[in-house]
Each structure stands twice: as structure tokens, then as C-alpha cells.
């Protein structure tokens, strides 16, 4: 009944930039947390920023400075500013939305996943 759906992954060379949006459809309620993770091959599933309803963030250590989560004017939207890409940023990334108002997540449902890779 309830999907997220990412969108704005694709390749980029170091350095690059990219705009990850997530929107949720086949809901009559607002999710009170979204965010995002990432898995890369060979590693664990990270969280790499999180935001409430109230406006509350959290940002990986090691994305701080280079990235920027942030709610759409439209209900249940979440984007995701990545600059300064770098390889170990390639992964697949994943939108995250929840009832609790967390920045730790894990909420409930999940996005189908969007390939991010920077390479040259």
C-alpha cells in the first residue's frame, strides 16, 4: 500500500554532484522521520542522514560537510544533496521513512534503492 520511491542516482566523476529525492505514495498520514541509508558491496547497510518532522538531523561523519538532507514542501518528500562526491560514495542508497520523530532511525518502510557511482 505504502511505496517510496527514489529517484536522481546515476554516475558522476569525483568531485560531482547529485540530488536524490524520495516520495511516498498510497498514504493518508505524514511520516514524521525520513532519511536515507546506504549499502556499498561488501558492507553493511549505514544510515547517512536522517530528518524529522520538527527538524531535527543527523549526518554520517563521513558525509558531514559534503552533504544536506532536507524536507520537500510536498507531504512525505525527503531530498538528498550530495556534493563533493567521492568513490567510497558509491553504493546504493536507500530512502527511510518512520512514524517515531527519530534522527536514528530505522522507520518502517523503504525505497527500492537508487545506484549512486563516482568513478572517472
Known amino acids: 500500500q505504502v511505496q517510496l520511491v527514489e529517484s536522481g542516482g546515476g554516475l558522476v566523476q569525483p568531485g560531482g554532484s547529485l540530488r536524490l529525492s524520495c516520495a511516498a505514495s498510497?498514504?493518508?498520514?505524514?511520516?514524521?522521520?525520513m532519511g536515507w541509508y546506504r549499502q556499498a558491496p561488501g558492507k553493511q547497510r549505514e544510515l547517512v542522514a536522517a530528518i524529522t518532522s520538527g527538524g531535527s538531523i543527523n549526518y554520517a561523519d563521513s558525509v558531514k560537510g559534503r552533504f544536506t538532507i532536507s524536507r520537500g514542501n510536498a507531504r512525505n518528500t525527503v531530498y538528498l544533496q550530495m556534493n563533493s562526491l567521492q568513490p567510497e560514495d558509491t553504493a546504493v542508497y536507500y530512502c527511510?521513512?518512520?512514524?517515531?520523530?527519530?534522527?536514528?532511525?530505522?522507520?518502517?518502510?523503504w525505497g527500492q534503492g537508487t545506484q549512486v557511482t563516482v568513478s572517472s
Open positions: 498510497g498514504i493518508i498520514f505524514s511520516f514524521n522521520a
Open positions: 527511510n521513512a518512520g512514524i517515531i520523530p527519530s534522527v536514528t532511525m530505522v522507520g518502517a518502510y
